[in-house]
């Protein structure tokens, strides 16, 4: 008599069949269930805000204020925003539309919390809600490029020569300016940065040293991708050189990001985004409740989604009173036009708070230091919507799980930064370019994607 398998056994259990069935609801009603989700987010959101955050963080800001009508409109604007927000979500073959459905839960959920929490002012209210709709409808809304690409057998020795390359270059850098440091611990990063912002590295070199981050990892991923593991090995090992010149914590966590996106990542992980990070979200609460382990909530709650949002608002506070900067210390600053303020403005900002320093901001607070609001609410997200068309058009014909990492990297480096900076020297137009070069043959491409 044949005993039943490891896997029929499975498959005959309740919570098996429990969680079959719950994956047809979600397919059949996949609209009403992401709404749920959603709702289910912002509502853990706000529990968390009004129990653990302010009544620890007040001292930095996160005060509470519930103002009922601005709190009943920071949930109008969550439904207004809803019907966008689900549609974009349905979008996963755009690279660019997973990029946004991640801001939308890592910046404007937690800001559609925060305003109606602390009560915000109605300005500000009003900036962020036309900001978000008109960049919710234009990436909707605006086609995507269709660019051909080149052959296969073009980019293969290319990739193997910028491997080379790359691993030289960031040897090369390491010996002369650490003498070969290697450093792993996150605890000392302070003082290897303050060490690396003396570095006298060319200007040149110090471009190309500031995209390793995003060379690198795709070039791990295209060795991954071959399955030529010592390749993938020896880069990994540069890549924690790189991290030891300048000891960048968001450097050093970005490679286990990735190799987790390439190794570990599904598609239905995406469509319950809202609800792994509500899971995550109580399960700080629950570690700083039961066991007073704090760090979880500041670093995943705090830092990733409330400090963005306030350092927003603060910016919005600033330069309603003190010039707009009109993108000198990005595009217009490098044609040569005389700077507004005399220190870089997350160094101005930083001081205007009274911490000394480098409040970097995107997104909201990137457009009130730059723009006035009226044009601004309107340019500003057509403008990055322009630049996450080009994601679209090099990661075409790419499989999920080669870009979904970056997605997430640069998902948080428009929320925490200028989009100029992002753009050239935080590495996006770099990866666009990479992951257009990037060798995928079509066979390959339609196995990864069935799979």
């Given amino acids: ?39 289910l987010y912002r509502l853990v959101l706000d529990f968390m805000y009004l129990t ?45 539309s997973i990029l946004v459905t991640l801001m939308n839960y890592v910046y404007f959920l937690p800001m559609t919390s925060y305003l109606g929490c602390k009560g915000s002012d109605l300005g500000f209210f009003c900036a962020v809600a036309v900001y978000w709709l008109v960049l919710l409808a234009v990436q909707l809304r605006m086609p995507t490029i269709l660019v051909p690409k080149l052959p296969h057998r073009h980019t293969s020795l290319l990739f193997f020569l910028v491997s080379v390359g790359a691993c030289l270059f960031v040897m090369g850098i390491s010996g002369i300016y650490t003498g070969f440091r290697l450093k792993l611990n996150l605890s000392d990063v302070y003082g290897i940065r303050a060490e690396a912002a003396a570095y006298d590295i060319p200007g040149l070199f110090a471009y190309v040293l500031s995209w390793m981050t995003v060379i690198l990892s795709v070039l791990i991923l295209y060795w991954l991708q071959k399955r030529r593991y010592v390749a993938v090995g020896v880069l990994v090992v540069v890549y924690l050189f790189y991290y030891s010149i300048s000891a960048q914590k968001s450097v050093f966590l970005f490679l286990f990001l990735l190799l987790f996106c390439y190794l570990l990542y599904r598609k239905w992980m995406y469509r319950w985004c809202a609800g792994l990070l509500s899971l995550g979200v109580m399960g700080c609460w629950v570690l700083e409740a039961g066991a007073q ?7 995943f709650v705090r830092r990733l989604m409330y400090v963005p949002v306030q350092l927003s608002e603060v910016y919005a506070q600033f330069f309603r009173e003190h010039p707009l900067n009109l993108f000198r210390d990005g595009i217009l600053g490098k044609l040569s036009y005389d700077p507004v303020y005399s220190i870089k403005i997350p160094k101005v900002i930083g001081e205007y708070m009274g911490t000394g320093s480098s409040a970097n901001n995107g997104l909201v607070g990137d457009m009130y230091a730059n723009l006035p609001v009226v044009l601004g609410v309107f340019l500003m997200p057509l403008i990055l919507v322009i630049l996450f068309r080009l994601l679209d058009a090099a990661a075409r014909d790419i499989p999920q799980k080669i870009y979904i990492g970056l997605c997430v990297f640069f998902a948080m480096s428009f929320c925490n930064g200028s989009w100029s900076t992002v753009l050239l020297s935080g590495g996006f137009l770099m990866a666009c370019i990479f992951l257009y070069l990037f060798p995928v043959q079509k066979e390959e491409h339609v196995k990864n994607e069935q799979s």
């Fill in 293 to 299: 382990f704090l760090t979880p909530m500041s670093l």
């Fill in 52 to 96: 653990q955050l302010s009544p620890i963080y007040a001292y930095s800001g996160f005060t509470t204020d519930l103002v009922w009508i601005k709190y009943a409109l920071s949930w109008l604007l969550v439904l207004v925003c809803l019907p966008l927000v689900v549609g974009l979500q349905g979008q996963e073959e755009r690279p660019s």
């Fill in 1 to 39: 008599m044949k005993l039943p398998s490891v896997t029929e056994k499975l498959r005959g259990s309740r919570a098996a069949q429990s969680l079959e069935k719950l994956s047809r609801v979600s397919r059949r009603h996949q609209f009403l269930f992401q709404c749920g989700l959603i709702l």
